[in-house]
Structure formats: structure tokens, C-alpha cells
């Protein structure tokens, strides 16, 4: 049994470097969701697939911020031109929905990838 | 528009004793209320669920939650503690596929 797996676990880098994250869902799972964690706070909401096609992006997803989900399997999140704001835990998380199941499905989690930006 | 509020930042309670972390929710639609627990260095995992069938959840653990709709609340208590159960627990908010809010957490602590 395969759960979410994310890659890498942790990434340090230099302020203006771009960075990319890869998440890989739970096989038959066809929502994949992407949110943010710092220090003391809840994961914040970044951006949701179903399958391939992106059907939300929150407002903290700036122009910096691109993710694709190419084949509705693995995703990524690139972050350009890092800034030291951007040092956060990403969490990816995957669940099955459906019409008028969405209500119903919780989320499995990877263990996050930690982004430290120097 | 939907809110979830974790009433306390961090919960102390010595082993053997009963748990408390409050939940308080906002929602213009009928929710699903999840708790989730988070270890160090650790995933998320699901506690338990309520989706507006029994008003008193039973989780993981031998955690529980009661939605109280009058109260706007969703609780999660377990009547002894154990100090496996030290981690940050998250109440969430469920209304739609894309609209899924966390709280800010709750850190519990458990003293030998």
C-alpha cells in the first residue's frame, strides 16, 4: 500500500532560485491538492486538481507559483525566483471524489517537502 | 464563506486525564467536519469525520467528536490521555470539493 508520497523531504536554497516539488497521489485517487504549512499554522489552501485540469487557485498562489498535474497522476509545484517568505512546509494531498461525494472523502497527506530559503 | 477557530494554541494535560480541544466552525452550507493529527515530521492522518449522519463521531484511538449545530461546535475529546497522543490536532471544515479550511491548531501536550 502506497500512500502520498512527496520529493524531496527537504530543499535549502538561495533567495532567487526556483525550486520544484514533485507529489505522487495515491493511484486511483483523482483530486490532488496542494497547501502550504508554517510554523504554528494550519496548512493554507494553494491550488486543487481534479485529474488533470486545475479547477482552483487560492489568492497566495502568486505569479511566482506555477503547479501542472500533466497526465492527472504526479503534480508538481514550481516556485520561481524564491524569496525568504516562501520557507514554508508544502503538503500535498490526494483523496477520490466524485459528483456529490465530494462532501465525504477525507484527504491522505504526504509527509510534506520543507522549503528553506536562505 | 466558511471559518474554522481552534479556541486554545496549546492544550497541557497530565496522563491519565481526560482531553478537551475545541472547535468552533462557520458555514453557509451543511459541512463535513474532520479532525486531522499531526506527529513530528509526520503526514497528517485522519482522526474521524462527521457528514451529518450520528452527531457523536467515533475516531482513531479512542478520540470522539460531537457536532453541536446550535453551538457551532465539533469538540474532540478522549477520556484518558496517553502520552502517544502528544501531537498538533487540526479541525477542518468541508464543504466542497476545492473548499476545504484548516484550523491553526491545537498543540497537546501530555505530562507523566
Known amino acids: 500500500d502506497t500512500g502520498v508520497s512527496q520529493d524531496p523531504r527537504h530543499k535549502i536554497t538561495k533567495r532567487g532560485q526556483n525550486v520544484t516539488f514533485r507529489c505522487d497521489p495515491i493511484?486511483?485517487?483523482?483530486?490532488l491538492y496542494w497547501y502550504r504549512q508554517t510554523l504554528g499554522q494550519g496548512p493554507e489552501f494553494l491550488t486543487y486538481?481534479?485529474?488533470?485540469?486545475?479547477?482552483?487557485k487560492s489568492r497566495l498562489l502568486s505569479d511566482r507559483f506555477s503547479a501542472e498535474r500533466p497526465k492527472g497522476s504526479f503534480s508538481t509545484l514550481e516556485i520561481q525566483r524564491t524569496e525568504q517568505g516562501d520557507s514554508a512546509m508544502y503538503l500535498c494531498?490526494?483523496?477520490?471524489?466524485?459528483?456529490?461525494?465530494?462532501?465525504?472523502?477525507?484527504?491522505?497527506f504526504g509527509e510534506g517537502s520543507r522549503l528553506t530559503v536562505l | 464563506a466558511q471559518s474554522v477557530t481552534q479556541l486554545d494554541s496549546h492544550v497541557s494535560v497530565s496522563e491519565g486525564t481526560p482531553v478537551l480541544l475545541r472547535c468552533n466552525y462557520s458555514?453557509?452550507?451543511?459541512?463535513?467536519l474532520f479532525w486531522y493529527v499531526q506527529h513530528p515530521n509526520k503526514g497528517l492522518q485522519l482522526l474521524l469525520k462527521?457528514?451529518?449522519?450520528?452527531?457523536l463521531v467515533k475516531g482513531i484511538n479512542g478520540f470522539e467528536a460531537e457536532f453541536k449545530k446550535s453551538e457551532t461546535s465539533f469538540h474532540l475529546t478522549k477520556p484518558s490521555a496517553h502520552m502517544s497522543d502528544a501531537a498538533e490536532y487540526f479541525c477542518?471544515?468541508?464543504?466542497?470539493?476545492?473548499?476545504?479550511?484548516f484550523g491553526s491548531g491545537t498543540r497537546l501536550s501530555i505530562r507523566p
Open positions: 494531498a490526494s483523496s477520490y471524489g466524485g459528483s456529490g461525494q465530494g462532501l465525504l472523502r477525507e484527504l491522505f
Open positions: 493511484s486511483e485517487h483523482n483530486r
Open positions: 486538481f481534479q485529474n488533470e485540469a486545475q479547477l482552483e
Open positions: 458555514s453557509s452550507y451543511s459541512p463535513s
Open positions: 462527521y457528514t451529518s449522519a450520528a452527531t
Open positions: 477542518v471544515v468541508h464543504s466542497s470539493a476545492s473548499k476545504i479550511i
